[in-house]
């Protein structure tokens, strides 16, 4: 096992400002006799490639090879997902507790990252999540190599 990428950084964070999407329902069909599985939510794919984009641009910039951390390495992973307020909400409302729920926003980022950050999700020793009103609409992440 090389230690290379340890030794260059043990934290990548990164922003990325694109609506966070939930995770939500797969579906299935057959099509020709092949089965088709699709997301319920059509504006995953792009949140999850834009999130694997910027993670890739940050490992870029800093000279670190694909993925960040080695298989078997445990990883913590902390991300803030920011939304806009509706002006419907009273400005009292400090949380954000509606939909879309925070497990769903996990799922889609951490799969995103698999491949990227880490090599499998199962990697992930620590977790923190928040969901926050703000705006612009983004997620902030941190992704620590645990010694």
Not at 69 to 93: G, N, Q, T, W
Not at 95 to 118: C, E, F, N, Q
Not at 125 to 139: D, I, Q
């Amino acid at each position: 096992m090389s230690t290379l990428p340890l030794l260059m950084a043990s934290t990548i964070q990164f922003t990325v400002y694109a609506k966070p999407q939930p995770q939500g329902s797969s579906r299935a069909f057959m099509v020709r006799g092949r089965p088709i599985i699709t997301s319920a939510n059509k504006n995953l794919k792009p949140y999850r490639q834009e999130l694997t984009n910027s993670a890739l641009a940050e490992m870029a910039q800093r000279g670190i090879k694909a993925p960040f951390a080695e298989k078997h390495v445990p990883v913590r992973v902390d991300m803030v997902f920011y939304l806009e307020r509706p002006k419907s909400i009273p400005k009292k409302r400090e949380h954000l507790v509606v939909k879309p729920d925070a497990d769903k926003l996990i799922r889609a980022t951490t799969d995103s990252l698999t491949g990227v950050l880490y090599f499998d999700d199962a990697q992930i020793v620590g977790l923190s999540a928040f969901k926050k009103y703000g705006t612009p609409e983004r997620v902030e992440i941190s992704v620590r190599i645990l010694d």
